[in-house]
């Protein structure tokens, strides 16, 4: 039976978390101004724009949160010999790629 990632945990860093939190607060910042904009009847362009820079945001950050996932997370599932974590890997990656 598959492990739900759910109940999986990762444990970061204060410097990690306050990294990740940092960007996630940005990337809700550039929201909220988009919000704004929106409501102030902005060129739909210009909302655009701001929308393609916030997908970059989040762009950026997925491959953060990827990146620090192989190092460590899936780094000790192979050394512990739980193999299973190329499946979620694997399904991981189509995700990536819709």
Request: hydrophobic share 35%.
């Amino acid at each position: 039976m598959k492990e739900s990632c759910c109940k999986k945990k990762t444990k970061r860093s204060e410097e990690e978390r306050k990294i990740i939190t940092n960007r996630i607060n940005r990337i809700e910042g550039q929201l909220k101004g988009i919000k704004r904009m929106v409501l102030e009847d902005s060129y739909c362009n210009d909302i655009l724009i701001q929308l393609s820079a916030v997908e970059n945001s989040i762009k950026s950050l997925s491959n953060l949160m990827l990146e620090k996932h192989l190092y460590s997370c899936v780094t000790r599932d192979l050394e512990d010999g739980k193999l299973e974590i190329i499946d979620e890997l694997i399904d991981l990656f189509k995700k990536f790629n819709k």
